[in-house]
Nanobody
């Protein structure tokens, strides 16, 4: 069992910034991928960004490219999501996710679906108005 805890959410005005953090109970070095997903009421949970643990390669959803930055700090068992130039469309519950068991879908491609990840945080709310 791996615990993931998000923090840093809140309410901001459009154009503002927030930095989300995810702290793991075990070494993040042991994961294959870590990712941020978000889900608004009545919507599906969609990927925001992913990071490949071994080399730090990243993926970003088109909607956040150029505005969000995902990063990892293995020494602190942490992952972060720096969100700049926030828009109302970014309003959602943001979840930290980790893949500790290699998902078949991650072979040859970046894992972009919730089912690819086996551990999740409780979520942190981001509201942009």
């Amino acid at each position: 069992h791996v615990q993931l805890v998000e923090s840093g959410g809140g309410s901001v005005q459009a154009g503002g910034s927030l930095r989300l953090s995810c702290t793991a109970s075990t070494s993040t070095v042991n994961s294959y991928y870590m990712a941020w997903f978000r889900q608004a009421p009545g919507k599906e949970r969609d990927v925001v960004a992913t990071i490949y643990t071994s080399n730090g390669n990243t993926y970003y959803a088109d909607s956040v490219k150029g505005r969000f930055t995902i990063a990892q700090d293995h020494a602190k068992n942490m992952m972060s999501l720096q969100m700049n130039s926030l828009k109302s469309e970014d309003t959602a519950m943001y979840y930290c996710a980790a893949m500790f068991s290699r998902a078949i879908s991650s072979i040859g491609s970046v894992p972009l679906t919730p089912s690819d990840y086996d551990y999740w945080g409780q979520g942190t709310q981001v509201t942009v108005s």
